[in-house]
C-alpha cells in the first residue's frame, strides 16, 4: 500500500509526516492533492473494472507491500475526477447521469435516452496511439543531406481506430455495459472520450487533443472470464502467500512500464524466477537504457 511519498530531490518521506509538515522548503504540491493521492484501496476480493490490463503480479504487490509514489504523477488523477464531476452536472438535465453498480464500480455516464455508456479518461498520446491505426505516408520532400540524404520525408498519418477486443480500455468498457445491463440499462453503444495531456499528440501521428474512441462490443463470456481470473489470481496468491507469475509483455507494455510507471516494480525485481529477458523490461528507463 502506499506508505510514502518521493519529494523533489529524490528523498522519501512517510505520508503521516509529510502531512503533517512537508521536509522541503517549497511544497511540490497542495495539502488536498497530497491527501487525494495518498488514498489506499484495500483488496475487496474481487477485481474493479479498472484492473484489466494491470497484471496480476503488480496487483498484488501494490496490497502486499509498502511503496512510493510521486504525489505530482497522480495529479492527473485528480484532474479527471474533477473533470468528470464538471461534465455530470452539465449533462444531468440532458438525460445522462453518472452510474453507479449495486455490485460496485461508475462509469462516468449513461445516456438514458441514447442507451450509450460513456467514459472519460484524460492520458498521454501513447496510450491513445496505442488504440489508433497510424500509417506511415511519403511526404514528397527529401532529405538533402546527412545519412538520409536523398530519402523521402515521412510522417504519421491517424486513419482511424484499431481497438483490439482484447484490449484493457474495451474490456473495462464491457464490463461496465454487462453491470448496466443487469440492472435493467440496455446499452446500445460504447465510447471513451480520451484528452491527451502530455502534448506529445505530434509524435504519434495523432492531430487533436480530444478524441471519441468507439469501443467494439466484447462477448459477455471473454469479460467475465478476465476479471474472474484476475480475482481468482490475487485471491489465490493472498490466501498462500506465493507471488504471481511476472506481468505479461502486454502488461509490461514491453518494458516502458515496469521502472518508469510501476509503483513496485524495485519490489518485483528483488524476487527469484525471472527471465532475463523480463529482468531486461523491469529494468528500463523510459530513455531506454
Given at each position: 500500500?502506499?506508505?510514502s511519498?518521493?519529494?523533489?530531490?529524490?528523498?522519501?518521506?512517510?505520508?503521516?509526516?509529510?502531512?503533517?509538515?512537508?521536509?522541503?522548503?517549497?511544497?511540490c504540491c497542495?495539502?488536498?492533492?497530497?491527501?487525494?493521492?495518498?488514498?489506499?484501496?484495500?483488496?475487496?476480493?474481487?477485481a474493479?473494472?479498472?484492473?484489466?490490463?494491470?497484471?496480476?503480479?503488480?496487483?498484488y504487490?501494490?496490497?502486499?507491500?509498502?511503496?512510493?509514489?510521486?504525489?505530482?504523477?497522480q495529479?492527473?488523477?485528480?484532474?479527471?475526477?474533477r473533470?468528470?464531476?464538471?461534465?455530470?452536472?452539465?449533462?444531468?438535465?440532458h438525460?445522462?447521469?453518472e452510474?453507479?453498480?449495486?455490485d460496485?464500480?461508475?462509469?462516468?455516464?449513461?445516456?438514458?435516452?441514447k442507451?450509450?455508456?460513456?467514459?472519460?479518461?484524460?492520458?498521454g498520446?501513447?496510450?491513445?496511439?496505442k488504440?489508433?491505426?497510424?500509417?506511415i505516408?511519403?511526404t514528397?520532400?527529401?532529405?538533402k543531406?546527412?545519412?538520409?540524404?536523398?530519402?523521402?520525408?515521412?510522417?504519421?498519418?491517424?486513419?482511424?481506430?484499431?481497438?483490439?477486443?482484447?484490449?484493457?480500455?474495451?474490456?473495462?468498457?464491457?464490463?461496465?455495459r454487462?453491470?448496466a445491463?443487469?440492472?435493467?440499462?440496455?446499452?446500445?453503444?460504447?465510447?471513451?472520450?480520451?484528452?491527451?495531456?502530455?502534448?506529445?499528440?505530434e509524435?504519434?501521428?495523432?492531430?487533436?487533443?480530444?478524441y471519441?474512441?468507439?469501443?467494439?462490443?466484447?462477448?459477455?463470456?471473454?469479460?467475465?472470464?478476465?476479471?474472474?481470473?484476475?480475482?481468482?489470481?490475487?485471491?489465490?496468491?493472498?490466501?498462500?502467500?506465493?507471488?504471481?507469475?511476472?506481468?505479461?509483455?502486454?502488461?509490461?507494455?514491453?518494458?516502458?512500464?515496469c521502472?518508469?510507471?510501476?509503483?513496485?516494480?524495485?519490489?518485483?525485481?528483488?524476487l527469484?524466477?525471472?527471465t532475463?529477458?523480463e529482468?531486461?523490461?523491469?529494468?528500463?528507463?523510459?530513455?531506454?537504457?
Amino acid at each position: 500500500m502506499k506508505d510514502s511519498f518521493v519529494c523533489p530531490d529524490g528523498e522519501q518521506i512517510l505520508i503521516s509526516d509529510c502531512l503533517l509538515k512537508c521536509r522541503m522548503d517549497e511544497v511540490c504540491c497542495s495539502e488536498a492533492t497530497r491527501r487525494l493521492v495518498s488514498e489506499n484501496r484495500p483488496w475487496g476480493g474481487s477485481a474493479s473494472p479498472s484492473m484489466a490490463g494491470k497484471g496480476v503480479r503488480q496487483a498484488y504487490l501494490e496490497y502486499t507491500n509498502n511503496f512510493a509514489i510521486k504525489p505530482t504523477d497522480q495529479i492527473f488523477a485528480v484532474y479527471g475526477t474533477r473533470h468528470h464531476a464538471q461534465k455530470e452536472e452539465v449533462m444531468e438535465d440532458h438525460g445522462q447521469t453518472e452510474m453507479s453498480f449495486e455490485d460496485g464500480g461508475t462509469v462516468d455516464l449513461y445516456d438514458h435516452k441514447k442507451q450509450d455508456l460513456w467514459d472519460y479518461k484524460l492520458v498521454g498520446a501513447y496510450a491513445v496511439s496505442k488504440r489508433a491505426r497510424i500509417d506511415i505516408e511519403g511526404t514528397g520532400n527529401r532529405y538533402k543531406s546527412g545519412k538520409r540524404a536523398g530519402e523521402e520525408r515521412t510522417r504519421k498519418v491517424f486513419k482511424g481506430w484499431a481497438v483490439n477486443r482484447t484490449d484493457e480500455w474495451a474490456l473495462q468498457m464491457n464490463y461496465y455495459r454487462i453491470k448496466a445491463e443487469r440492472e435493467e440499462k440496455p446499452v446500445q453503444n460504447m465510447y471513451i472520450e480520451v484528452t491527451i495531456r502530455d502534448g506529445k499528440e505530434e509524435w504519434y501521428g495523432l492531430d487533436r487533443k480530444v478524441y471519441v474512441i468507439p469501443i467494439p462490443h466484447v462477448e459477455d463470456e471473454i469479460v467475465i472470464q478476465t476479471y474472474d481470473l484476475i480475482s481468482y489470481g490475487i485471491n489465490e496468491a493472498m490466501n498462500s502467500g506465493i507471488t504471481p507469475d511476472v506481468c505479461s509483455e502486454e502488461e509490461r507494455w514491453e518494458g516502458r512500464k515496469c521502472k518508469d510507471y510501476c509503483p513496485v516494480w524495485d519490489h518485483c525485481i528483488k524476487l527469484e524466477g525471472l527471465t532475463k529477458k523480463e529482468k531486461e523490461d523491469i529494468s528500463k528507463h523510459k530513455e531506454g537504457k
